[in-house]
C-alpha cells in the first residue's frame, strides 16, 4: 500500500531533480499549483497517479493511496493551495494539530506562505507553538523564513515569543539572522532583550558574530536596537 510518506518522498525527489528547490523539514517547498489534476510549474507537470505509479513500483505495493484526513489536509496545503479545499477537509475532520512524518497543517502552509491559508488554520485552533520535531515550531519557522505578516498573526494568536526552539527563541533567530524588522517586531510584542541561546550568546552578540554572513549594516542596525532595548 501506497502510504502518505512514500507520495511525500516521491514528490520531494521530483520536485528537488526538477526544480532544485530548498527543503523545509523534511518536505519539498512547494511552489506549484493544482491545475486539470497536475502539479504545475514553468510548463513541467506531474500528475499524482504518475507519482502514485512510481512509488508503487519503489515500494513494491498495489496502486492504492489510503491516507486520513489529516495526511490529506497537508498534502492539499502543500500542493493544493486553494483555501476552499482545505477548508472542506478540515470540516470532514483532517487535524490542524496532528503532527505527520515531522509535518504538520500549519508548517506545510509557512512553506506556501499564504497569510489566507495561515489565518483559516489558526482560527480553527492550530498551535503555532507546536513542536514538528526537537527544534522547530510554526513560529520558529516563520522567524527562519523572514515572513513578518505570518509572524505578527501569529503573536495575535497566542504564539510563545519567549520560549527557546532548540538553541535559540525567537528573538535570537531574527538576530542571527540580522532581521531589524522580526527583531523590532518581537521586542515590541514582549520578546525579553535580555535572553541568551543554550550556549550563552545574546542577540547583539549573534548579531555581531554575523554567522549568516548578512550585510554588515544590518547587524549594525540589528545591534544598534538591542542596545537601544537595553
Given at each position: 500500500m501506497v502510504e502518505y510518506g512514500h507520495v511525500v518522498a516521491i514528490y520531494t525527489i521530483y520536485n528537488n531533480l526538477m526544480f532544485r528547490t530548498s527543503l523545509l523539514h523534511g518536505f519539498a517547498v512547494p511552489q506549484t499549483c493544482l491545475k486539470s489534476g497536475r502539479y504545475t510549474k514553468n510548463g513541467i507537470s506531474m500528475n499524482l497517479k504518475v507519482?502514485?505509479?512510481?512509488?508503487?513500483?519503489?515500494?513494491?505495493?498495489p496502486v492504492s493511496a489510503e491516507m486520513d484526513k489529516t495526511e490529506e489536509l497537508i498534502l492539499a496545503?502543500?500542493?493544493?493551495?486553494?483555501?476552499?479545499?482545505i477548508q472542506r477537509i478540515v470540516s470532514e475532520g483532517g487535524d490542524v494539530n496532528k503532527v505527520v512524518k515531522n509535518d504538520s497543517a500549519l508548517m506545510a502552509s509557512l512553506a506556501i506562505g499564504k497569510a489566507e491559508i495561515i489565518e483559516f488554520l489558526l482560527s480553527k485552533g492550530?498551535?503555532?507553538?507546536?513542536?514538528?520535531?526537537s527544534f522547530m515550531t510554526?513560529?520558529?519557522?516563520?522567524?527562519?523564513l523572514g515572513k513578518t505578516e505570518v509572524v505578527q498573526l501569529m503573536l495575535s494568536y497566542g504564539a510563545d515569543i519567549n520560549t527557546h526552539s532548540g538553541e535559540f527563541t525567537p528573538l535570537l533567530m531574527a538576530a542571527q539572522a540580522c532581521n531589524g524588522e522580526l527583531v523590532e517586531l518581537l521586542l515590541v510584542n514582549g520578546a525579553n532583550p535580555k535572553t541568551k541561546s543554550k550556549s550563552g550568546m545574546s542577540g547583539s552578540a549573534l548579531a555581531k558574530f554575523n554567522g549568516?554572513?548578512?550585510?554588515?549594516?544590518e547587524c549594525k542596525y540589528?545591534?544598534?536596537?538591542?542596545?537601544?532595548f537595553g
Open positions: 507519482i502514485l505509479i512510481i512509488a508503487t513500483i519503489m515500494f513494491a505495493s496545503i502543500a500542493l493544493n493551495q486553494k483555501l476552499e479545499l492550530a498551535n503555532p507553538n507546536l513542536k514538528v520535531n510554526p513560529l520558529s519557522g516563520a522567524i527562519t549568516l554572513k548578512k550585510p554588515e549594516s540589528v545591534q544598534a536596537i538591542f542596545n537601544e
